[in-house]
C-alpha cells in the first residue's frame, strides 16, 4: 500500500502561481502514471493532470492546458504541479493518485489517494 501525502496549497490571487508536491511512500509507485484531481465546493472531484511512469507523457485537462505543468522525480518518490495563472475557478482541493500503466482521466482508475491541499484563488 502505497500512502500519499499532498502539500504546498494555500491562498493566492488571481494571476499568481503555486507549486504543488505529492510525497509517495510506501512501495515504489515508478511503474505507474501519477495523476492531479480537484474537488471544488458543490462540484464532484474532476481530473486535473496526468503523468507516466517515466515522466515522458504528460496529459492536461482542457481547463489547465497551458497554465499548470506536472512533473515527477522517481529518485524522490515525488510528484509536482506547477500552476500558473491561477483562475478563481481553480479553487478547490487538490489530491494526488496512484494510477496503473496505462494514462485515464478516470477518476476510478486510480487507486491510494492523499488526503488533498487546499487551493483558494482570489480574484
Known amino acids: 500500500q502505497v500512502q500519499l501525502v499532498e502539500s504546498g496549497g494555500g491562498l493566492v490571487q488571481a494571476g499568481g502561481s503555486l507549486r504543488l508536491s505529492c510525497a509517495a511512500s510506501?512501495?515504489?509507485?515508478?511503474?505507474?502514471?501519477m495523476g492531479w484531481f480537484r474537488q471544488a465546493p458543490g462540484k464532484e472531484r474532476e481530473f486535473v493532470a496526468a503523468i507516466s511512469s517515466g515522466g515522458t507523457f504528460t496529459r492536461y485537462a482542457d481547463s489547465v492546458k497551458g497554465r499548470f505543468t506536472i512533473s515527477r522525480d522517481n529518485a524522490k518518490n515525488m510528484v509536482y504541479l506547477q500552476m500558473s495563472s491561477l483562475k478563481p475557478e481553480d479553487t478547490g482541493v487538490y489530491y494526488c493518485?496512484?494510477?496503473?500503466?496505462?494514462?485515464?482521466?478516470?477518476?476510478?482508475?486510480?487507486?491510494?489517494w492523499g488526503q488533498g491541499t487546499q487551493v483558494t484563488v482570489s480574484s
Open positions: 493518485a496512484i494510477g496503473g500503466p496505462f494514462s485515464t482521466t478516470r477518476e476510478s482508475d486510480y487507486g491510494s
Open positions: 510506501g512501495r515504489t509507485f515508478k511503474d505507474y502514471y
